[in-house]
């Protein structure tokens, strides 16, 4: 009954932490590596303007996927680092003429860090709250711009929730403002479809390892119109038009392009799949246990995420019941700390069902049988947990 990727391996459910790469991405790759191993950089012979040609075909590949034009692409080594370089690099760019910025408090670590850091350098930020289904009210976004606000930076994609925002409707808002609007987006790309100009973005955060891709590789999406000014956060040879200076990893590049090549053309065919797994999971699961609790709103959600919490089953314990299953728990996301998650928290969450989170996450290569065989193992498993604990109650009880 079960193909031998379940016997071998556990089931990957984890594809918010990363995806595997697409064998069509890591085809595209191979030959950057050895026979056209040449420095895009070199301009003066051969090996230069070959892999200067795959970056460039990459920089058209990666625009295409999110509506942009090349020009206003910069390759970075992923999401932290254009994030870093979007909020820090416009943020100190515009200080002495703005120096308000605003996000929101179930942003990556890698955004609220850089805001912290922002805010020690003298900035104000303002952190927006967001309601039981993960997304903010925009008219307390309204009500926090100010004539000293110079960036919004809200995420498209939450990466525990799946849950969406109303990006081109915020971004409207910040345009009305002459405000910039930055997303993180993530856990966006892939998912769902993507264009800068219709949804109002200037500046884009993207990543190769979440959208089948290689680690290592993402890019900055800066918009042309209006022009936009960034202090870099790295000095270096002028690489990426001195944005982020650096050689640039051809094959990395090269990976990432076709990446979302494949992301653009096959969004719509896979999220319609991932859906139908994803809600037959939820109701195989909700018709066979009690105390089921999704968290997140399910109607603006991106298709492979559930996030649902299990009274009385604490997340830590089942995971270890369930060696043959690779998912995530609401209780130790970010992987320094075992506090209950800040996402969970946020939305309105209790600490108690916090630790009984799960956050599975179906992708491109996850196979019915499989989420099939993680329904039937996560129900034996949580009545295992919920009966052993009914023992002890009553044993307590004696
Ligand atoms: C994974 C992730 C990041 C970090 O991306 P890297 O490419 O791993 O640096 C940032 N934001 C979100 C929402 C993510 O899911």
């Excluded at 003298?122 to 309601?131: A, D, N, P, Q």
């Excluded at 993402?218 to 790295?234: D, H, N, S």
């Excluded at 939305?347 to 019915?368: D, M, Q, Y």
Aim: with cysteine; hydrophobic share 35%; charged share 20%.
């Amino acid at each position: 009954m079960l193909p031998n990727k379940i016997r071998s391996k556990p089931v990957y459910l984890d594809n918010h932490a990363t995806t595997p790469t697409d064998p069509r991405v890591v085809d595209a790759m191979l030959p950057y590596f050895s026979n056209s191993f040449g420095n895009p950089h070199s301009g003066s012979h051969y090996y230069g303007w070959e892999a200067s040609d795959a970056v460039e075909l990459a920089r058209e590949q990666v625009a295409g996927a999110i509506g942009a034009s090349s020009e206003e692409i910069y390759f970075t080594s992923g999401a932290t680092e254009a994030n870093n370089i979007a909020l820090k690099g416009i943020t100190r760019f515009y200080r002495e003429k703005k120096n308000h910025i605003i996000t929101c408090v179930t942003e990556h670590p890698c955004i609220l860090d850089s805001a912290n850091e922002l805010a020690s350098e003298g900035t104000r930020v303002t952190f927006l709250e967001v309601g039981s289904d993960g997304l903010i009210d925009i008219s307390s976004l309204r009500d926090a711009i100010t004539d000293d606000t110079v960036l919004v930076s809200i995420m498209t994609v939450q990466n525990e929730l799946g849950t969406v925002q109303p990006i081109a409707e915020i971004g409207k808002l910040c345009h009305e403002h002459e405000v910039l609007l930055h997303t993180d987006a993530a856990q966006a790309l892939g998912k769902m479809s993507l264009d800068v100009k219709a949804m109002n973005i200037d500046l884009m955060s993207i990543t190769g390892h979440k959208a089948y891709g290689p680690m290592g590789c993402g890019a900055l999406y800066l918009t042309k119109k209006p022009r936009v000014k960034i202090k870099p956060l790295f000095s270096g040879g002028g690489q990426e038009k001195s944005i982020r200076p650096g050689t640039l990893p051809t094959p990395l590049c090269v990976g990432f392009g076709k990446a979302c090549e494949l992301a653009g053309a096959e969004v719509e065919s896979e999220a319609k799949r991932l859906k139908q797994m994803r809600d037959g999971l939820l109701s195989n699961l909700d018709d066979n246990l009690s105390g089921l609790h999704v968290n997140g709103g399910m109607n603006h959600r991106v298709p492979g995420n559930l996030n649902v919490s299990l009274e009385g089953v604490d997340a830590e314990s089942l995971m270890a019941a369930l060696p043959d299953l690779a998912f995530s728990s609401g209780s130790a996301c970010s992987s320094a700390s075992s506090e209950a998650s800040y996402v969970l928290k946020a939305i309105g969450t209790s600490t108690n069902l916090a630790e009984s989170s799960l956050r599975i996450g179906i992708g491109r290569f996850t196979l019915e049988e499989e989420v099939d065989y993680a329904a039937h193992r996560l129900i034996e498993e949580i009545r295992n947990i919920r009966k052993n604990q009914q023992i002890l109650l009553v044993d307590a009880a004696e």
